[in-house]
């Protein structure tokens, strides 16, 4: 088990390039073949509650006289479900009648007389397809008072019968329509996020190299399902659109997407618990595409397997409350501040999955999902803020231990290890420069400046080279600091004369000295092309072997100076 979990954390980016690859060419097939029905005028208005008195039937069998809606009855194997009322006088001008229908058919008909009739999906390809739908229905005014009868036809098997609350709108003679406040609050919510959303993903997919690999994208993806699903959920998606069953494949695909997400989030960002995410992650997105070849193939709908999904997420708990141990252990705050919001979220969605197989209203829950909806992301965005303001400070930090490895402290110059990098990153030919030219430097009686004057003189003029050195170079050339009193200049794509003439600058302005002591240094000079990497040791030593040279050569000529 331990060798698998490696296996695919070391092919984790093979493995989610595939599943997002796939996924994208599913759901696009699945969205771009769901057929559209013909459907009313889209309304979601304030208005009055229909519950009360309700006779139903199902089946030919009385299941109550005087009923309050919602109800709901344990049998799963229904064909229709007859509910009886008297039209209420309501005063309005031109009322609508709305209500969640979850069976495959509704009519509505008014003393015996069908005024409506709506089928979620006419294709012969799609009879399996369990989706739901808001309807509106329009009431005219001479049928108040009268008898209504609604019919819900049910022509798959496995859920239970149920009819959700009816409520009767106003609506004016124009045909506009008064949102709700609680409504009108969740769309402009979601609708918001969704367009942030969607300029989020878009700057990510410009700016991010590795796309499928950032955290924040699979954050972004995260509120964008949940975002569409809470539409969809709600029906609101029908302000846009009248293709149920495009509204029902949108809401199925990001719920079972959205919680894949979030793990992805957390695993790439945080990296905390990496194999017991690791796990949760493969199994869930298992699941997805599962789902998406059972869609595509016609083996079985969305809606036959969320009993499935709702199991799974069921036990997903003990790696929430796993991780959770592990995040209150952690020093990272915007993981915490996260986990608040994940926590939240987990603890309401719970209680919804639980009150769904009772008889409460899809709205109720929607409104109650909504409170856990705005504590995540309200803890996302925190969590999003800390988290770039703690990779800052690690980036900071970073550069600020790598310039300090990078740096020799005495002369404040580019050190040997900085030396060597740069040497390796030539020789790997990525580098944009043709050539490179190297001027090993060394200090002529350094010793003696030690021995004669101390270590400190001696510091002093091993500072005194860099900043000479500094002086001329720093325009076309990098200096280091390679050994205890040994310099070198690496210069790219320059005249290896231009490099001589500016050390015998050097040597110059170093011949002034410092008080009584006159300073002067030795230095070799090699050119190498990036094209041919053994040019590159063979300089190196050229270099080196030329300063030695040059060296003897002020050695022979003040031994001379001496014995005249």
Known sequence: MKKNLLYLENHFKSLITFTMFFSIIAVSIILLTSSPNSTPVKNEPLGLNFTNGWTVIVDDNLMGIGLKLPIKSSNTDYHTIDAYNIFPHTGYKCSVLSTMVYQREFQVFIEDKLIYEWTFNDDASQKDTIGSRLVFVTIPKECEGKPIH???????????????????????????????????????????????????????????KDFFYSPYTYLVLHILTLSLWSLCNGKYMQFFTDNALLIHNIEYICFYSTVLFMWLYIYLNWKICPKIILSQIIILALFFVLSLIFKLFGICDFFAILKIYHTMLFFTLPVLIYTLIAVCKCKIESLKIFYIGFIGLAFIGGIEIFRFYFAITEMERLKSFLIGMIIMISCILLSFALSIRE??????????????????????????????????????????????????????????????????????????????????????????????????????????????????????????????????????????????????????????????????????????????
């Open 150 to 208: 609604l019919r819900f036809t049910r022509t798959v098997t496995g859920d239970d019968a149920s009819i959700l609350p009816v409520e009767i709108y106003n609506v004016m003679s124009n045909y506009t329509v008064q949102i709700g406040k609680n409504n009108s609050i969740m769309i402009v919510i979601t609708a918001s996020l969704l367009v942030a959303i969607i300029a989020l993903l878009f700057s990510l997919f410009i700016y991010q």
């Open 391 to 564: 990779q800052l400070r690690s980036k900071i930090e970073s550069e600020m231990y790598k310039k300090l490895a990078n740096t020799d402290r005495l002369t404040t110059i580019s050190n040997r290890l900085a030396f060597d990098t740069a040497l390796q990153r030539f020789g790997q030919r990525t580098t944009q420069y043709k050539t490179i030219t190297l001027a090993f430097i060394d200090v002529n009686d350094f010793k003696n400046i030690n021995d004669t004057f101390g270590h400190s003189m001696g510091d002093t003029v091993l500072q005194k080279i860099a900043v000479e050195l500094n002086n001329q170079f720093s325009e076309f050339a990098t200096c280091y600091r390679i050994g205890g009193d040994e310099f070198c200049v690496l210069a790219t794509d320059c005249d290896e004369n231009i490099v001589a003439e500016h050390l015998n600058i050097l040597n110059y302005n170093l011949s002034k000295g410092i008080g009584e002591l006159n300073i002067s240094v030795s230095f070799g000079l090699s050119t190498c092309d990036k094209n041919d990497i053994n040019s590159l040791y063979d300089s190196f030593n050229l270099a080196d072997t030329r300063m030695y040279e040059q060296k003897l050569k002020y050695k022979e000529q003040k031994s001379n100076k001496v014995n005249v």
